[in-house]
């Protein structure tokens, strides 16, 4: 255990934190197997909606991944890939985490490089809210910019962001993340899949989520298919952009999802049916959900109740349809989702 230096004697009054720091020459080790902020990570809630499915629809419950340390069931992917890279020895002590990110996947991994002690250098654009470049910030990230147009997600955008984190990642001692390519990433939602298996007591009859890297949809829906073979799987995409039902991308405004090409790990096989919901609704459904069931959260969780609740109306009463409450509705307060007009 590292040892403390003795405290001088402070002047009366100085209290300060400057005046703490200045004589404090080593901070203490924590003891081991002490519990680090990483085990915060999952074992989220998950609720049913009480106020907004149609009588007549399966009931939908939703995995409150809000409730993650940082508000994003990113956190459990960015804890996956980075532990990946320490145990395959690509990210050593010392080193820096790169990413290019709608901002989710930045959070969460500035989070987890700040838990462990690694640097991180994020990519990032005007076209995300500023709560998540401020949180991102906060955590002690360092972020280049890419300039939108219009403050749109398009294709050219997310491509031109790719390209600037590989250059960056050249860096030595830099490691990137890179979830699109990543293959430990759907690995990083197999707990949130065993999570919803448990909680539902086994009762769950349709997984609905929506799509960016697709390591969420396809992580979560394997889990629960370990137990339940024949589950069906809907995904989710931007009616603007729908790519994965093979139409040309467009710009939208769902943010982390709808990346304009299809994601290097999608696995079409594995999905039941593609359902498309567009930025308004998403944007509609965020706001109902905050003001109707008391879930503050982003428009991609929008996304995901809408076409929930399309699969709830098939399925019909009896059944359990479940999605994902994706990131908090706080990362959107200055946006046009929550911002009254005006
Ligand atoms: C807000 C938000 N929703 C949904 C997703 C989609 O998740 P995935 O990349 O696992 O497909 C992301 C991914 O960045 C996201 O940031």
């Not at 293959?183 to 707990?191: K, M, Q, T």
């Not at 710009?251 to 090409?261: A, D, M, P, Q, W």
Request: hydrophobic share 40%.
């Amino acid at each position: 255990m590292a040892s403390v230096a003795a405290p001088q004697p402070l002047e009366r009054g100085d209290g300060s934190l400057e005046a703490f720091y200045a004589v404090t020459a080593e901070t203490r080790e924590a003891a081991d197997g002490g519990p680090s902020i990483l085990h915060a990570i999952g074992n989220t809630p998950l609720v049913e909606l009480r106020r907004i499915v149609p009588k007549n629809s399966a009931r939908v419950v939703v995995k409150l991944e809000s409730a993650n340390p940082t508000g994003s069931m990113k956190d459990r992917l960015a804890r996956q890939v980075i532990q990946c890279a320490v145990d395959a020895g690509e990210l050593k002590p010392g080193g820096t985490v790169v990413e290019y990110t709608a901002g989710a996947m930045g959070i969460s991994l500035a989070f987890v490089a700040s838990a462990q002690g690694y640097r991180t250098h994020i990519v990032f654009s005007d076209a995300f809210s500023d709560e998540k470049r401020l949180a991102m910030l906060a955590y002690g990230a360092e972020i280049s910019d890419v300039p939108s147009v219009n403050k749109r997600i398009t294709t050219e955008l997310i491509r031109a962001m790719i390209a600037k984190a590989a250059e960056i990642s050249q860096r030595s001692g830099h490691w990137w993340a890179d979830q699109l390519n990543n293959e430990n990433g759907a690995e990083g939602y197999a707990g949130l899949g065993e999570e919803i298996w448990t909680q539902t007591n086994g009762e769950v009859d349709a997984l609905v989520h929506s799509v960016g890297t697709a390591h969420s949809l396809l992580g979560t829906a394997r889990a629960l298919r370990r137990h339940r073979a024949d589950l069906p799987v809907f995904a989710v995409e931007p009616f603007e952009s729908p790519v994965l039902s093979g139409w040309p991308p467009g710009s939208h405004k769902i943010e982390g999802v709808g990346v304009g090409f299809i994601p290097p790990l999608w696995n079409r096989s594995e999905v039941d049916k593609i359902l498309s919901v567009s930025t308004n609704d998403a944007k509609q459904m965020a706001r109902d959900l905050a003001r109707e069931e008391a879930i503050f959260a982003g428009t991609s969780t929008g996304a995901n109740v809408v076409a929930a609740l399309r699969v709830a109306a098939w399925l019909g009463p009896g059944k359990t349809v479940a999605t994902i409450v994706v990131d908090s509705g706080l990362r959107y307060v200055s946006t046009d989702v929550f911002r009254p007009p005006g």
